[in-house]
C-alpha cells in the first residue's frame, strides 16, 4: 500500500480515550494510524475531523506518558497485522505483535485491517452440511459449510462451552485454517483456550487474536477487521478453506457503543451507537466463500437479560444462515448443551438442502416436542393421567427426545467425569428414528441423558403396560 508523505501534529486535548491533534500541514485521512513520538509508541488512530486543522483519534492503547502537548506522527496508513504462513499456531493483539511466549516473527508482509468485502458476482454458495458431531445442532440447526452461525444466549447458558466443543470436534478433522477472534475475552479464557487446543494437537493450523476485556473500546471494536484481514490472507492468497471462530460478537456492539459514546455521538434506541446495522455490516459482511476458498463462521452472541428483541440480537440474526438459541429454562433443568430447538432456526433445514430423511427426521422430533410444550400447561394443571394414550405416547418420546439430544462434551470431561462423544450425523438419523417409531416406549427417559449413539442404551426393555 502507498503511503503518502507524513506530518507531526500535537496533541491538543485529552478526555476519555479521545486525543485531538492539531496538525500544521495536511490531515491524516480517517481510519489513519498516528503514533506519538515516545518510546513504547502509543496508537490513536482517527476518528473523525471535527475542525480545521483537527484531527480526533481513538486511544488505543493508552499509557501514563500520554499527555497534552505530546508530538504525534501521521503513518500515511491504517492499523496493519502481519500475514503469511508463520503466523499459524502463534496469539496476536489488534496491532499483529506477538502476545505469546515464542520467537519472534520475522518481517512479514502487512496488511490494512480495514478491507473492502467480496463483491457479490464472485461470491460462492456452498450448500454443503458442516457436521459438528453435536446431536443437537447437526440434527435441527445444521451449519452450512461456508456459512455463518450464532450461537445467541445469556450470562451462563454455555455459550463459550459450546464454541470450546466445537473447536475440539471440528478443528481436529479440519482440512483449513482456524482463526480464533476473542472479543472481550477475559484473559483466563483466553490462556485456557489456548492451552487446551496446544493440549490438543491443532495449534499448528490455528491462529488467535484477542482484545481482551481490559483494553481500550478501540482495540476491542478493531480486533474482529485484523482477525479477518488474516483469514481474507489465507481464503485467497494460500486459497484454503478458514473456520473463523468469534467469541463475542455482542462484545463488538458494544465496543463500537463505547467508541460512539466517546466522540459525543447521541445514542439510538436502548442507548445503542445510531451506527450499530453499518458497523455489524462492515464485519459480517467480510465473511463469505469464494472460487478460490470457503471462509466459514462460528459466532457467540450474548443476548442482554435474555431479550431475543435487543438491537444487538436482532441485527446479528439477520446475517447468519443458522441461529442456534441457547435457553435458560434447559439450563436450569441441567439439559446440556441447553438448545433450545423450537427457537434454533438453519437455512440448511430444507428439503432442497438436507436429505429427505434428514428433513422427515428433523420435522418428526421438532413436532413432538411441540406437542409436548402444548401439553405441559394441561400436565401441570390435571395430571399425565388425564391425557388420552396417544397423548402420553408423545409425551414420554418428547421427554425421551429431550434427554437424548443432551451430550457429554469433551471440553467438560475434567467438570463432570462423563466421557465426551462425537455422533456423526447418520447415528444421530437413526436414533432419533428408532425413538420415533416407538421401539423405545418401555425405557426410562433418565436412560436417555448425557449419552452418544442410541447404541449406548444396550437392549431395549419389554414395553411398559400402559405405553401407548
Same mark, same amino acid.
Given at each position: 500500500m502507498k503511503q503518502r508523505d507524513t506530518g507531526i501534529g500535537h496533541i491538543v486535548r485529552l478526555g476519555g480515550g479521545i486525543a485531538d491533534i492539531r496538525f500544521d500541514g495536511a490531515l491524516p485521512a480517517i481510519t489513519t494510524r498516528l503514533v506519538t513520538l515516545t518510546d513504547p509508541e502509543i496508537v490513536i488512530e482517527v476518528a473523525g475531523l471535527p475542525g480545521e486543522g483537527l484531527a480526533r483519534g481513538l486511544v488505543?492503547?493508552?499509557?501514563? @506518558?500520554?499527555?497534552? =502537548?505530546?508530538?504525534? %506522527?501521521?503513518?500515511?496508513?491504517?492499523?496493519? #497485522? *502481519?500475514?503469511? +504462513?508463520?503466523?499459524?499456531?502463534?496469539?496476536?493483539?489488534?496491532?499483529?505483535?506477538?502476545?505469546?511466549? @515464542?520467537?519472534?516473527? =520475522?518481517?512479514?508482509? %502487512?496488511?490494512?485491517?480495514?478491507?473492502?468485502? #467480496? *463483491?457479490?458476482? +464472485?461470491?460462492?454458495?456452498?450448500?454443503?452440511?458442516?457436521?459438528?458431531?453435536?446431536?443437537?445442532?447437526?440434527?435441527?440447526?445444521?451449519?452450512?459449510r461456508g456459512g455463518k452461525a450464532g450461537l445467541f444466549g445469556g450470562a451462563g447458558v454455555g455459550k463459550t462451552v459450546l464454541i470450546t466443543e466445537m473447536i475440539h470436534n471440528m478443528v481436529a478433522e479440519y482440512d483449513g485454517v482456524s482463526l480464533f477472534c476473542g472479543i472481550g475475552e477475559?484473559?483466563?479464557?483466553?490462556?485456557?483456550?489456548y492451552r487446551e487446543m496446544g493440549e490438543a494437537g491443532v495449534l499448528k493450523n490455528t491462529v488467535m487474536m484477542f482484545g481482551q476485556m481490559n483494553e481500550s473500546p478501540g482495540v476491542r471494536f478493531r480486533v474482529g477487521h485484523a482477525a479477518l484481514t488474516m483469514a481474507e490472507y489465507f481464503r485467497d492468497d494460500m486459497?484454503?478453506?478458514?473456520?473463523?471462530?468469534?467469541?463475542n460478537i455482542f462484545r463488538f456492539v458494544q465496543a463500537g457503543a463505547e467508541v460512539s459514546g466517546l466522540l459525543g455521538r447521541i445514542p439510538s434506541r436502548v442507548g445503542y451507537q445510531p451506527t450499530l446495522g453499518t458497523e455489524l455490516a462492515d464485519l459480517e459482511e467480510r465473511i463469505c466463500s469464494t472460487e478460490r476458498g470457503t471462509m466459514t463462521s462460528i459466532q457467540a452472541v450474548y443476548v442482554p437479560a435474555d431479550d431475543f428483541t435487543d438491537p444487538a440480537a436482532t441485527h446479528t440474526f439477520a446475517h447468519l444462515s443458522a441461529s442456534i438459541v441457547l435457553s435458560r429454562k434447559k439450563a436450569s433443568e441441567g439439559l446440556y448443551p441447553a438448545i433450545d430447538p423450537l427457537k434454533s432456526y438453519s437455512r440448511m433445514l430444507t428439503p432442497g438442502t438436507v436429505s429427505p430423511r434428514h428433513y422427515r427426521i428433523a420435522r418428526g422430533v421438532r413436532s413432538t416436542l411441540a406437542e409436548y410444550e402444548d401439553l405441559k400447561d394441561i400436565i401441570a394443571m390435571l395430571g399425565l393421567e388425564e391425557l388420552s394414550e396417544r397423548d402420553r405416547a408423545t409425551v414420554r418420546q418428547a421427554r425421551q427426545l429431550e434427554r437424548f439430544l443432551t451430550q457429554p462434551f469433551f471440553s467438560t470431561e475434567a467438570m463432570t467425569g462423563n466421557t465426551g462423544r462425537f455422533v456423526p450425523l447418520e447415528q444421530t438419523l437413526d436414533s432419533c428414528e428408532r425413538i420415533l417409531g416407538?421401539?423405545?416406549?418401555?425405557?426410562?427417559?433418565?436412560?436417555?441423558?448425557?449419552?452418544?449413539?442410541?447404541?449406548?442404551l444396550g437392549e431395549p426393555t419389554e414395553a411398559a403396560p400402559d405405553a401407548a
Open positions: 488505543m492503547n493508552p499509557s501514563p @506518558g500520554l499527555r497534552i =502537548g505530546l508530538a504525534v %506522527r501521521d503513518t500515511g496508513a491504517p492499523i496493519e #497485522v *502481519p500475514v503469511g +504462513e508463520e503466523v499459524l499456531g502463534r496469539i496476536f493483539n489488534v496491532f499483529g505483535d506477538i502476545i505469546d511466549d @515464542g520467537p519472534p516473527l =520475522g518481517d512479514l508482509p %502487512r496488511r490494512p485491517i480495514l478491507r473492502a468485502p #467480496v *463483491p457479490l458476482s +464472485e461470491r460462492r454458495v456452498e450448500g454443503v452440511i458442516f457436521e459438528t458431531g453435536i446431536k443437537a445442532i447437526d440434527l435441527l440447526s445444521p451449519l452450512e477475559r484473559s483466563r479464557e483466553a490462556e485456557e483456550l486459497r484454503r478453506n478458514v473456520l473463523v471462530l468469534i467469541d416407538g421401539e423405545f416406549l418401555g425405557r426410562d427417559e433418565g436412560d436417555f441423558y448425557m449419552i452418544g449413539a442410541i447404541e449406548d
